[in-house]
């Protein structure tokens, strides 16, 4: 079974450039979620997808990052404009469904904003 | 914001000892999980326990929990080089189980050979 893949796995951007991030969940896994782990620091939830629907994004910051599921499988995420303060691992993980709790992690995007 | 807090925040052992993780957190929780991360890679579910449980072994952890005192420990026996990483536990806050996860600050384990 393939894992959670992310790519790119690495991005190094210059500050108020955008930049994407893409994640494709185990296949048939429902819920998708983005965290963002910052150096020395355990994973912080940025949002959680049922399907396609954003079930909880209230620790998105709004105002420069956005995601989207389309078709409920892969999802991407976005920041416009990149801060310095950015600069984090983004990790996207997924979940099979109700009643499983367990979440299986991809490898992340290790972003550096200059 | 992070719930859980780890202790220590950094271990070093030699291989064959065990280490000894603890975790506390806050508000009431359906599961506590424990999460290992290699240097540069995700997170890898370790084991699942849940509120109403004490005790849960899987190989060579042993993981537990009270409630009471809002803690839990992770015991890896008779460690190897291999177990070097970071682990992580994390809350699931919802007395439904809300499949949301509230992680700690992590426990930097290092496995001298």
């Known amino acids: 079974e393939a894992g959670v893949v992310q790519s790119p796995r690495y991005k190094i951007i210059e500050k108020k450039q955008p930049v994407a991030f893409w994640c494709n969940p185990i296949s048939g896994h429902n819920t998708l979620y983005w965290y963002r782990q910052n150096l020395g620091q355990g994973p912080e939830l940025l949002i959680r997808?049922?399907?396609?629907?954003?079930?909880?994004d209230s620790q998105l910051p709004k105002d420069r990052f956005s995601a989207e599921r389309l078709k409920g499988v892969d999802s991407t995420l976005k920041i416009q404009p990149a801060e310095l303060g950015d600069s984090a691992v983004y990790l996207c993980a997924s979940r099979p469904g109700d009643f499983s709790y367990e979440q299986y992690f991809g490898p992340g995007t290790r972003l550096t904003v200059t | 914001s992070q719930q859980g807090e780890e202790d220590p925040q950094a271990l070093s052992i030699q291989e064959g000892e065990n280490a000894t993780m603890n975790c506390s957190y806050k508000?009431?929780?359906?599961?506590l999980q424990w999460y290992r991360q290699n240097s540069g890679r995700g997170l890898v579910h370790l084991i699942l326990?849940?509120?109403?449980?004490r005790e849960k072994h899987s190989g060579r952890l042993r993981v537990t929990l009270d409630t009471s005192k809002k803690s839990s420990s992770l015991l890896i026996t008779a460690s190897r080089a291999a177990d070097t990483a970071s682990y992580f536990c994390a809350t699931d806050d919802s007395g439904a189980g809300s499949y949301q996860l509230t992680f700690g600050k992590g426990t930097k384990l290092s496995v001298i050979p």
């Open positions: 508000t009431s929780i359906n599961n």
């Open positions: 326990i849940r509120s109403n449980e």
């Open positions: 997808y049922e399907n396609e629907e954003a079930v909880d």
